[in-house]
Structure formats: structure tokens, C-alpha cells
């Protein structure tokens, strides 16, 4: 939200702004679900395969619905 009141404020120093998962702050808006936002800050797993498969969890939690899950990218990521 910093970045969102900084290109507001200030739109000739911002040249380009990616505003991920971002909102007004206020509470009446929409809020995220309760099953991703748990996976989201869940302590990931130290183990290499269970870190994925953590990851995996969130991502397809986040992913967008207009866009297909690339499930093997995303693994390979």
C-alpha cells in the first residue's frame, strides 16, 4: 500500500507499478479467504520436498482463476 500512495503522490518519480495482492486497508472492502490467507502465512517447511508441496498449496490458493495453474512450471520454479 506504501507503493500504491508513493505513485499517487508522487506519479512523475514512479514509472511503473506492480501492485500484487494489494488493498485500500479498508476493512469494509473485500477480504482475502480464510484458507488462503492461512496457507499464505503458514510456516513453510524446511525439507526441500515438503517446501514445495507447501508452495504448491499457496500457489494454487492465489493463483488467479482466468488463468490456468502451470503446475509443472511451478514446480520446476
Known sequence: MIAQVVAYRHPGRVLSLTSIMSNTGN????????????????????EREANIEHNMTVWRKIWSPGFPFEEERARAF
Open 27 to 46: 476493512p469494509e472492502t473485500a477480504q482475502g479467504k480464510p484458507e488462503a490467507i492461512a496457507s499464505v502465512v503458514a510456516p513453510a517447511p524446511e
